[in-house]
């Protein structure tokens, strides 16, 4: 395969992608009160830091690892979304700018970031250009039609709380899809019987390998 396409490829798609997300928050701005905008900006901003700062030094050590095009990646996904909920846990001490609901929605938030970003990663170490450039069109589709949508059925009376809620469930579905198709999840069924005085109880038991 020719460098040209794939790096025109993955440009093209970032930049639909910037355009159509940038043209989203510009009807944020035309919706939101000041003050609401304000915080989603900041609730925005940290959690992008937030899934950057775990995400970016992971997803080049998966990439770059010879051995790692066999192995699952579950334990990779499984760390980084526990070390994000450690990390939001810990946030709690310096979350005053961010009311309760709102930081636990920026956490929820960071880690649909996190886990999307990871899925294009998977993509990106198979040298699949064409399917990381569907997902990062893909997110930016299914985040502003969320968000579009919303706007629709509130309007002025649309709240930050709202945008970053709507946000967060788009990336996590796309994320659950995506991550889904690379990770075995055997589910196994075991029958258990256990004698009582009067009788034997039996019953199901589903477990995950």
């Not at 639909?16 to 609401?36: D, F, N, Q």
Request: proline content about 3%.
């Amino acid at each position: 395969m020719s460098l040209h396409r794939p790096v025109i490829l993955v440009f093209s798609a970032d930049l639909a992608s910037k355009i159509l997300l940038g043209l989203t928050w510009l009807l944020l701005i035309r919706y939101l009160p000041t003050e609401e905008f304000a915080l989603l900006t900041l609730a925005t901003s940290v959690a992008t830091v937030a899934s950057q700062m775990l995400g970016s030094s992971i997803n080049r050590i998966y990439i770059l690892d010879n051995t790692a095009g066999s192995v699952d990646p579950a334990p990779l996904v499984t760390f980084q979304a526990a070390a994000l909920l450690l990390l939001g846990i810990a946030g709690l001490l310096f979350s005053d700018a961010l009311p309760g609901v709102i930081y636990l929605l920026t956490v929820l938030l960071a880690l649909g970031m996190l886990l999307s970003d990871f899925g294009k990663t998977m993509y990106q170490k198979q040298l699949r250009f064409s399917a990381f450039s569907f997902i990062e069109l893909a997110r930016a589709a299914l985040v502003s039609t969320a968000l579009i949508v919303l706007l629709m059925r509130y309007g002025n009376e649309v709240r930050t709380w709202q945008v970053i809620a709507v946000q967060a469930a788009a990336l996590g579905l796309l994320s659950l899809i995506v991550i889904s198709r690379h990770i075995n999840l055997r589910l196994s069924l075991i029958h258990i019987s256990e004698p009582t005085r009067l009788r034997r109880i039996s019953y199901a038991v589903f477990c995950l390998k």
